[in-house]
């Protein structure tokens, strides 16, 4: 049966949060937006993904799709002022030297509780966490790619590993203990919200990194060849980028998943499930098709469509997780995926950015939106909606303008008012803003720009939230009874 709870929420990752100590962390600032979120009348509080992130800050390339990035940490829950202040968090100079301050700050934690905590069950609750360890010890230890370990780690020796183990107990513990203390905090939070009647919404990349514990200890649920990748992920060209994405994930052997009932995608989906109440399958087109590249190009362009563990796979999923799931569908949108998201009734995404590049009527126009659908003005893939009005394309502006029955000569921030409007009173069940848009911000808040590896990921918040805002964000909640 379809879904006729109307709901709305707000985009913002835990990195954008405001913080004292550098990026935003498990801390009272995900209280105190919880509070906005509830005084504005939302019910749903988007982040991105919350595993370490490998390249370029991107939360969508991780170490390990099972961890909580350490950065995330409220240092503050377990060191005093003057021991914080010693790692110079508010003076780096740089991104790296904030990362390296941070790391070394939630390693002192990790020295100072030591034995403090009993780990046993969490262990046994989260059989992931010991090769998570293992994984980033390695790592230090040798400095490499997994693939580089010494041949008794990279082939996964069990008693090599077991010999591991004991005589890197305590730096193994230390690492599994800041894994425990971010699932107590993000615990705590998560409830917090659930209590004041706010679900978080989290995503789940479809792919995993090459250098990773996914591949390291799951090597055969991947097309390699002699341990390194045959073919990779990326995308053709499409809207965001002319000349595609070669993102380099190291594609899956659906052969072999399936023989193995899908047991890897499970556990990932009920790890998210202890996380997160609604799960957002990115990138699901891969489901059916998957643009699959040779590991030697040097272009997305080469790439060919191979068919994906498409409807056995995805009825696997629902069955085993207890989290509602929707779907990001944006790009090129075969039959088969729609047949797919009618056949499961799953909820995917409507960009109103996207909705009047021409003239002609689309699917991403308010009007044709059904009901079970997210409705964004703009993801974090997107420009903000003020960057974008401000790049001054005035055939596309004024279409909106049109569209929403707006004078011409009215300003942008009207125009972002307006959109806004649109999505409350559409008949999608859920929208989501993202804060950049609630702030009416510029392009220089963007988080992503897809295709460029640097200078992503790290718009934050600088100041405390408005909570002057949510009266209007509450009225307009009342008004189209959402």
Avoid at 104 to 121: G, I
Avoid at 398 to 407: D, I, L
Wanted: glycine share 4%.
């Amino acid at each position: 049966m379809e879904n006729k709870i109307r709901r709305s929420g707000i985009l913002l990752h835990i990195t954008s949060l405001p913080n004292k100590y550098g990026w935003g962390k498990f801390s009272k600032e995900c209280y105190n937006f919880i509070d906005f979120l509830k005084a504005g009348g939302f019910k749903i509080w988007q982040v991105l993904p919350f595993n370490p992130s490998c390249l370029g800050c991107s939360p969508y390339s991780t170490n390990c799709s099972s961890a909580i990035n350490p950065i995330f940490l409220d240092i503050t829950q377990y060191l005093t002022e003057d021991e914080i202040k010693t790692f110079n968090l508010t003076t780096c100079n740089s991104l790296q030297e904030y990362y390296d301050n941070m790391y070394s700050a939630v390693k002192y934690v990790a020295v100072k509780l030591r034995n403090k905590f009993d780990l046993t069950q969490f262990i046994k609750s989260n059989s992931w966490v010991i090769d998570y360890a293992s994984f980033v010890l390695l790592k230090q230890i040798y400095n490499c790619t997994w693939y580089n370990f010494p041949s008794e780690f990279k082939n996964r020796n069990n008693e090599k590993l077991k010999n591991f183990y004991i005589e890197y107990d305590i730096q193994l513990k230390d690492i599994i203990l800041i894994q425990y203390l971010l699932s107590m905090q993000w615990k705590s939070i998560k409830d917090y919200a659930n209590k004041n009647g706010i679900k978080i919404l989290g995503d789940i990349p479809f792919y995993c990194e090459y250098d990773s514990v996914d591949v390291w200890t799951n090597s055969k649920c991947f097309q390699l060849e002699n341990g390194k990748p045959k073919l990779v992920a990326g995308v053709p060209p499409d809207y965001f980028n002319s000349e595609g994405q070669l993102w380099g994930n190291p594609v899956y052997d659906y052969d072999y998943l399936e023989k193995k009932n899908y047991k890897f995608f499970i556990d990932r989906f009920k790890r998210l499930s202890q996380m997160f109440d609604i799960i957002r399958i990115d990138h699901f087109l891969a489901f059916n098709k998957y643009w699959a590249i040779p590991y030697s190009s040097k272009s997305a362009k080469r790439g060919k469509w191979l068919s994906g563990g498409g409807e056995k796979l995805l009825e696997k999923i629902l069955n085993s997780c207890k989290s509602e799931i929707i779907v990001e569908d944006l790009g090129i949108i075969s039959n088969e995926v729609r047949v797919i998201k009618e056949k499961f009734n799953l909820a995917g995404l409507k960009v109103l950015q996207f909705a009047f590049d021409s003239d002609f009527d689309n699917e991403y126009k308010p009007h044709n939106y059904e009901k079970n659908c997210i409705a964004y003005i703009g993801t974090h893939d997107n420009n903000t909606f003020m960057g974008m009005l401000n790049e001054g394309n005035w055939d596309k502006i004024n279409r909106f303008k049109r569209y929403f029955q707006m004078p011409l000569e009215y300003e942008n921030d009207v125009v972002v008012d307006n959109a806004i409007i649109s999505l409350y009173r559409s008949s999608a069940n859920d929208i989501i803003l993202t804060m950049q848009d609630i702030l009416k911000l510029g392009s220089e808040s963007r988080m992503n720009i897809p295709g460029q590896p640097n200078g992503n990921w790290q718009w934050q918040l600088k100041q405390d939230f408005d909570f002057n805002l949510c009266s209007k964000f509450s009225y307009l909640a009342n008004l189209y009874a959402r």
